[in-house]
Structure formats: C-alpha cells, structure tokens
C-alpha cells in the first residue's frame, strides 16, 4: 500500500515564486503530494480551518502580514500543523526567530532544489509529531498527578474525618472505665473486675497511638508534619523514654542504659517528636531483644549530634534493611507485632528535622538505627 500525498499549504503572494516552488517540489520524485495555494494569510487560516494541511510554507511578507506576525498568527490557526518559513537572505535572522517561536524550519527561496526541501517537509512533520506526542505525554502526566494528589487529599481528608471520630469514641470508652472503676463493689470480684478494666485502658490506649501513627504517616507524606523545634536537652528526653520502658525491659531482665555526654550541646527539635523517634527506637529493641542490653548513646559530630540506638536482639537480614523504614512494611518473623509505622514515622521526623536515620544489622549480634539531628 502507497503512503497518503502530502497534503502542502503555499502561502504565497509573488506568483513568480510560488510557481518556481511548485516546479521545485515537482523535482522531488520521492514526495508524492498535494498542493495548496494561498496568496494572504487570511485566506491560508481560512483554509486550515476548512480542511487539514500536513505542512505549511509560509512567507514572511505577505499583503496582510509582515515578519514574526505572519508565524504567530498561523501558528495560532494551525497550532498542530508543522510550518516552514520561507524568506529571502535579508530575513534569516527574522526566520531564526520563527523557529524559535514555533516553526520548524526555515528555507531561503531560491537555494533549495528538489530533494532539499523533500527532506525539510518530511523532517518537519517528524520533528511536528514528536512535539505533539511529548505534549501529549507531558499534558497526561500532568493529569495523572493532579489526580493522585486529589486521590491523596481526599484520603487525608477521609482519614481526618474518621481519626477525629475514632478520638472521640475513644476518649468515652476511656472515661467510661474511670468511671466504673471507681464504681466498683468491694467484694471478691473486685480484683478481677479491675483487672479487665485496666485491659480496656490499655487496648484503648493502643488504639490512640496507631490512630496518631496514621494521622503522622499522612502529615509526613503530605509534607505537613506539624512540629517546633527548640533548643532540646537530648540527655532529658533520653531517659524519659527509658523510664517508660523500664518494666518492660525488667521483666526481660534486659539492661538498658544512657550514654548520653552531659556537656553535649542542645539539639535544635520539637521535644514531643524527638520523644516519639526515641520511643519507637527503643521500644522495638526492648520488644525484640530477648537477652543483653540496650544502649542509647550520643556524640557531637560537627554542626549535628548523632544518635544511636543499639541492641543485642536477633539482628535484621541484609535484605530486609533496605525496607526498614518503608510504611506497613515487617519481617516476616514480626509480620504481627504491630501496624508497621513506627521506623516510617521516625524517618520523616528526623527528615523533617533536616536529620538523617539509618539501620546496620548483623544477624545473631544485634542491630544499631543511627540519626542525626542540628546542634541547636
């Protein structure tokens, strides 16, 4: 099957050249077309919009246009049809700035023979589609990414909506139990009672903390993360966090312990999230570690101090560390032990600090998670 003619628009006033053009085009025995001729620039715009055109030759100086308003009026008219200027060799620098406008080439009359402008209309119309197919990949990509943002904010939204909700439910629940364990009849039920209504505060409190944790994920996410950096004594907020773990860790008969320099600098963070990076740290050496110690420690490295966190737990495989801070995510072995949140919520607080967070792990000898945070 033959290729479809080129379907040519001449815009041309000089009948002498327009003439000489068309026997040119003639000389081009591999280009089969159609040719057009418009002898005014109204009357070539009106002809685009009856009926398509492949390509455009355009003079510059016509009765009704001049120069650069020639380009930008057709290139309005046509704006997906390929157009090559022509001009004579006083009006190279004018077509110069055609093409930069939007044109895609340019030709100097009377220089060109048969197989040269061929090849320029064929280039024309290539270099015209790989224009349009970018635009068109650009234009969907925009969409595509307005669309994932409305998708993320009408989640956040949603999420907004039911946390607030679920806070609610909760703080009733919570004030409920008080109430009735101060209701409670003496009596040898008593002990059991109380017993089931201290499960019922610490399931709810369960139920806070991966509320908040799902709230700090979509902050983080979003770029929204609310927090106040000020200047932070490290070593206070180092042992307010061992002090909430310390019975667990007992029961474990694990040894926990600071390493904290007193004459360390303050750091520059929000207290609460430095708190909540700690506590999610620690808690997770003191869940997973059986037997040994743990041991927070910090040092002053230039313009930031660094933290480590180290444990004598089973250690994490080398291919799993490179997913430790990816949301949701647990090793298979831990694929229970809780929403999986805690390491991604770290690693936006530090980020979000200016900081930086990382794991080394060696199977059997424990693991160490490492972050930075500015001197204050």
């Known amino acids: 099957m033959t290729d479809a003619p080129v379907r040519i628009l001449l815009v041309e006033d000089n009948p002498g050249d327009a003439r000489l053009l068309g026997f040119t085009l003639q000389e081009a025995q591999s280009l089969r077309f159609e040719l057009a001729h418009a002898a005014r620039l109204s009357e070539a715009m009106e002809r685009v919009a009856e009926g398509p055109a492949d390509v455009v030759l355009l003079d510059l100086s016509l009765p009704d246009a001049h120069g650069m308003e020639t380009v930008t009026r057709m290139l309005h008219a046509a704006p997906d049809v390929p157009i090559i200027v022509l001009t004579g060799l006083a009006d190279e620098t004018v077509a110069v700035h055609a093409v930069q406008a939007g044109a895609q080439d340019y030709l100097v009359k009377g220089s060109v023979d048969g197989g040269t402008l061929a090849r320029a209309i064929r280039y024309a119309m290539e270099r015209k589609r790989l224009e349009t197919e970018r635009a068109g990949l650009l234009r969907n990509e ?22 607030h909700d679920i806070g609610n ?43 908040q944790d799902l709230l700090d994920v979509a902050a983080i996410e979003a770029g929204r993360l609310s927090f106040e950096p000020h200047e932070t004594a490290l070593a206070e907020v180092v042992d307010d966090v061992l002090a909430t773990v310390a019975g667990m860790a007992g029961e474990k008969s694990l040894v926990v312990e600071s390493s904290v320099p007193a004459e360390l600098p303050a750091v520059w963070a929000d207290r609460e999230r430095l708190h909540q990076v700690l506590s999610n740290l620690v808690g997770n050496a003191v869940k997973f570690t059986t037997e040994g110690h743990i041991r927070v420690s910090a040092v002053r490295d230039g313009d930031e101090v660094r933290v480590a966190v180290e444990d004598t737990g089973p250690g994490i495989p080398a291919e799993h560390l490179e997913h430790v801070f990816d949301r949701f995510w647990q090793a298979r072995s831990t694929r229970r032990a809780g929403a999986g949140l805690g390491l991604a919520i770290a690693r936006g607080v530090v ?15 424990g693991t160490t998670f490492e972050f930075t945070l500015p001197v204050a």
Not at 142 to 163: H, T
Request: glycine share 6%; hydrophobic share 40%; no cysteine.
């Open 351 to 365: 980020e979000a600090h200016g900081g930086r967070i990382a794991a080394r792990s060696e199977v059997g000898r």
């Open 169 to 211: 439910s909760l703080s009733a629940v919570k004030i409920h139990t008080m109430v009735l364990e101060r209701t409670l009849p003496a009596g040898e039920g008593q002990a059991e009672a109380r017993k089931r209504t201290e499960a019922i505060r610490h399931l709810t409190q369960q139920m806070d903390r991966l509320r």
């Open 142 to 163: 925009r969409e595509a990414r307005a669309a994932a943002e409305a998708a993320v904010n009408a989640r956040d939204e949603v999420l907004r909506v039911v946390a």
